[in-house]
Structures are given as structure tokens and as C-alpha cells.
């Protein structure tokens, strides 16, 4: 059975899903689109509109893959549901009724969001201040491969596990825990899309084997995976990127904490015992994936809406004495705000310094010819962020010489929580929508 | 020499937790940096950047080394006070820029 991957978070790229439900190579197309701060824009949303909360994204996304998906007999399963699955669902009526599609099996799977039982979850740490606003279980396969099973063009998920996305949709070949092991460390090689054929990916020793043309067709991944579990991954031919044991085994280690212990809800997976062969060109075979258990908890991730605004700022400095001068208007920064006490907290550093890197910053060896001043300030509330700003705005009459090219963006101060809550209070449901709405 | 020139990475986070993985051309580097990239080395390379213990993780069988700093991030991304969204995904140059003797 073969699985791609068509997009590897919300913002990705549109056109390589298609390419790849076109290729009549692919049985599903899996669609990873929920991050932390996606869903919490969902729940923002839905709060709104109860009908919304759905990706912002959806239509832009399914418009072109639908149909070519529907044509080529490739399913789709995706975590577009976000905060409102059943609304993606309607969303997705509506859209298959416009493109003329006639009736799309779809699924949708609910039972992620627990908001109303989170006295039941245990948090990692004490939840302390703010405002929760919502709780999310990350569910696993099983449901999504019920209605893989059953026939489903599209499975609409809200939270689940991204590796579990790919379990589901390759459930008719998973039927042991260690096929399900290899089906986990496929979902977990293909989640994010384009960093396992090139992407975000330094060669040792330089970018020398590296094109932009490369990079901006960029070819998704696909698995052909077999029912022990091992898998080739591949992607399709004339695509640029490469897949070679370097690409693959830094992605199976990508955010895996530890490889002994990677924990999903389907499967709790041993990565130390995987091989990665080299079987042709931009062709892997992984396996030796070992199922360790399955767990009795799962994971839930919480929003914490703490009080207060964060408001991110910047203003270039060029010339001559340019660091110098970005380094003045951080000290006036900090002496003009220093005796406000509703600025909770006051970071400034140097854009092309030291704004990412802090101290560990490799050391400067010349002046730069223009640098960015970063300010980013913790405010108790809006109108303290708005004399933040026009702080950094004075800058250019009152601060040091030739201030310019001003940006600024404000965000919710939202702390990600994290917790476990057993099995029992979870109850992960199918509903198939409705033909001919 | 630097790291990058034997190893290739990538860094990512989970909460509060930076994770850092690395996987080098051959055998022959993974005992280099195997040797040179202990919790200690990592966690001085990092000082000024993320603060706490860094957590090693060895798997022979793929050459690869992962670290994982559990306290780097306090209260994840979206707290950081960093110039815009998601600057973890820088820190894999530290690693990968340390000189090896």
C-alpha cells in the first residue's frame, strides 16, 4: 500500500498533494496541517462563529485536490477539521457541490476536544494562571482506519497524533503491533512533508548539491509500505530533493526525545534497532521498527491564554556605526521603560547579531552595513504595548540617527500545557456525512 | 573542522523541551563526535542561549546522536521573547558550528 504526503503543516505547499493524488501512485494522500497555535486560532474562531474553527485553509487546499484525489481513487485524511471537524465536513459538502464532485464519502472523527473534562487530566506541571482555552487528547488511528476501511474518500480529524494520521490511513495492512510500529515510523518519516526529501536540510559540508530550482519543486514524500511493517520511501520522478539515509534518518530522530521511547497513542516504538538501505536512487527501505507497548495514557495539550500582550518590534539602522547605533536604541529602550511597571518584561537584541542565537552567537568578525533592532516586550495590556510602540516609534526623531523601516506585531501570550488522561474518559466517534445535502 | 562538516541536524522543540538531532556521514565520525559531543560540551555551547541540563541520547546503529535540553524553553514557543515565531528551529547551528580539535 503506498501513502504520500501532501502537506507537512498548515501553511504548505498546495500544489505538490495534487501532484501526488494525480500520479495514480498514491492509495491516500495524508494532509498534516494542525499545529499548536492552528488549533488555538481554530478555537478562536469557532468562539465567534460556531460554525467555523474549521482550517482557514481548507477550501484553497481541497479545491484542486478533490477533484484529481476523487478521479485517481486516492483517498484523503487530514487534521483539517482543526477546532471543528463536522463544520470542515460542511465546508466540504459545499465544496464538492460547487466543483460538481457528486457525493464524496466523508468521515469525520471527533472525541479530541475535552475541554469539559479536564478534571480528569492530569498536567505535567500545575496549571498556574490564565485562561484555559481549550484541551485537546491526541487521539490515534483507530477510528480513521474504520472509515479507511469502510470506504472513506475523506477522513476530517480535529487533534490526532500527525504519525497516527498514516496509521489510519494504511489500517488495511496494519494488523500486528509491530506492523503498526513500521506504520508509525512511516507516519512519523512523512508528517512533515518536504523535510524528509530535502528540506530543511544542510549537506555535510556545504550546500553545494543545493538549487533553489531544487528546492522550489521540491518533491513530497511517498511510502510503499509492506504488512510487516518496512517501507520504501520514495518520491516521484523529475521532483527535485533527494532521499538518501542522511534525509531519512534525520527526520525519523526529528522531535523524537527519546529514540527507545517513541510514544504515540496507536504504539509506543523502539527506533534504535531501525536500518535505512539505500535500495535505488531517492529510495529508502526502512525497518526494524519494535513495538515496546501500547500506551495506557495519552497525551493532551492544553491552551493557557495568559493576561497581558506581547508586542514584537524592529527598526533598521544602516551605515557606518550601524550596531553601534541599534545598540543605543536598545539601552534608550530599556531607560525609557524601565520605570513602567506594566512592562512585565523587556528583551532587545540585534537582528543580524544576535536575535536568535543570544549568547551563543558565533562571535562577529566585521561591522555589518545594516542592522534590525529587536524589541520584544511582555505588556500587562494593550495600551501599555501602544506606549511600547511608540517608543520604538520616537526612536527616529529622538533616538539615535537614521531609525527606518519600522514593523511591529502584537500576539496573545499563550502558554502550550501539556498532560496524560487515561484511555477510559476518551471516546473517539465516526460520523459519515450525509449524501445529497 | 566544525560538526557540520561530518554530521548533518536539525532542531525542533516539544513544550518547553529543545530537541537537537544529528546523524554523521560514517562510523568513523560518529566515534569523533560521539566522543567530543558529551552532555557537558553541548550544554557549554549553549550557554547564554537555554539554560538547564542537556539530556544525550546515543543510537550506534543509524550514527546518529540526539540532545534534548528539557528546560530550554520555558512555557514553549509561543512565550519566547525572540525575534518572531519558531527561532528554535535555529539552534541546530550551535551544534553544528562547535570546532572539532
Not at chain 1, 114 to 130: A, F, S, Y
Not at chain 1, 348 to 358: A, K, Q
Request: charged share 20%; aromatic share 4%; with cysteine.
Amino acid at each position: 500500500m503506498t501513502v504520500g504526503a501532501g502537506a507537512g503543516f498548515a501553511g504548505d505547499r498546495v500544489d505538490q498533494a495534487v501532484k501526488l493524488a494525480s500520479s495514480g501512485r498514491c492509495d491516500a494522500v495524508v494532509l498534516e496541517c494542525l499545529a499548536e497555535r492552528t488549533l488555538v486560532q481554530g478555537l478562536e474562531e469557532r468562539r465567534s462563529d460556531p460554525d467555523r474553527g474549521y482550517d482557514t485553509r481548507l477550501r484553497r487546499r481541497l479545491a484542486p485536490l478533490l477533484p484529481a484525489a476523487v478521479e485517481h481513487g486516492c483517498a484523503i485524511v487530514s487534521n483539517l477539521g482543526s477546532a471543528n471537524p463536522l463544520g470542515a465536513a460542511d465546508a466540504v459538502v459545499q465544496l464538492s457541490r460547487e466543483l460538481d464532485l457528486g457525493h464524496v464519502r466523508t468521515a469525520v472523527v471527533t472525541g479530541d476536544d475535552i475541554l469539559d473534562r479536564v478534571d480528569e487530566v492530569l498536567w505535567d506541571t500545575p496549571l498556574g494562571q490564565g485562561e484555559l482555552l481549550g484541551a485537546h487528547v491526541y487521539l490515534g488511528a483507530e477510528v480513521i482506519g474504520q472509515a479507511v476501511a469502510q470506504g472513506a474518500d475523506l477522513v476530517l480529524t480535529g487533534r490526532v497524533a500527525d504519525a497516527s494520521l498514516f496509521v489510519g490511513a494504511l489500517a488495511p495492512i496494519v494488523d500486528s503491533n509491530d506492523a503498526r510500529a513500521g506504520a508509525t515510523v512511516v507516519g512519523h518519516l512523512l508528517e512533515c512533508a518536504g523535510q524528509v526529501t530535502g528540506g530543511n536540510y544542510q549537506p555535510p559540508g556545504g550546500n553545494r548539491h543545493v538549487s533553489a530550482q531544487g528546492l522550489a519543486e521540491l518533491g513530497y514524500p511517498l511510502a510503499t509500505v509492506e504488512t510487516d511493517g518496512s517501507a520504501v520511501i520514495w518520491k516521484l520522478r523529475g521532483t527535485g530533493g533527494r532521499i538518501d539515509r542522511l534525509t531519512c534518518t534525520l527526520q525519523l530522530l526529528y522531535e523524537v526525545h527519546d529514540p527507545a521511547a517513541y510514544v504515540t497513542p496507536d504504539v509506543t516504538v523502539d527506533f534504535t534497532d531501525i536500518s535505512m538501505d539505500q535500495v535505488d536512487v531517492d529510495r529508502i527501505r526502512v525497518s526494524g521498527a519494535k513495538a515496546v507497548a501500547v500506551p495506557e495514557a495519552l497525551k493532551v495539550i492544553g491552551f493557557l491564554r495568559q493576561p497581558g500582550v506581547v508586542t514584537d518590534l524592529e527598526i533598521s539602522y544602516t551605515g557606518i556605526g550601524a550596531l553601534e547605533r541599534a545598540r543605543l536604541g536598545g539601552e534608550v529602550l530599556q531607560r525609557r521603560l524601565e520605570p513602567v511597571s506594566e512592562v512585565l518584561r523587556l528583551q532587545t537584541d540585534i537582528v543580524g547579531v544576535d536575535s536568535v542565537l543570544r549568547g551563543a552567537s558565533l562571535p562577529l568578525l566585521a561591522e555589518p552595513p545594516e542592522v534590525r533592532l529587536h524589541a520584544s516586550a511582555v505588556c500587562a495590556d494593550g495600551e501599555t504595548a501602544l506606549a511600547v510602540e511608540d517608543e520604538v516609534y520616537a526612536l527616529t526623531l529622538s533616538g539615535p540617527a537614521g531609525g527606518c523601516g519600522i514593523r511591529c506585531e502584537r500576539r496573545d501570550p499563550i502558554e502550550v500545557v501539556s498532560g496524560k488522561i487515561g484511555r477510559q474518559h476518551i471516546d473517539a466517534q465516526l460520523h459519515w456525512v450525509a449524501a445529497g445535502r | 573542522m566544525r560538526v557540520g562538516d561530518i554530521a548533518v541536524g536539525r532542531a525542533g522543540d516539544k513544550g518547553p523541551m529543545l530537541d537537537l538531532s544529528i546523524v554523521a556521514v560514517d562510523r568513523a565520525a560518529y566515534e569523533v563526535l560521539h566522543d567530543i559531543l558529551t552532555e557537558r560540551r553541548v550544554a557549554a555551547a549553549f550557554e547564554g542561549l537555554a539554560d538547564g541540563p542537556v539530556v544525550r541520547y546515543a543510537i550506534p546503529k543509524l550514527n546518529a546522536l540526539k540532545f534534548v535540553l528539557p528546560e530550554a524553553m520555558p512555557g514553549g514557543v509561543y512565550m519566547s521573547g525572540h525575534a518572531g515565531l519558531h527561532w528554535q528551529k535555529g539552534a541546530i547551528s550551535v551544534l553544528m558550528d562547535m570546532e572539532l580539535p
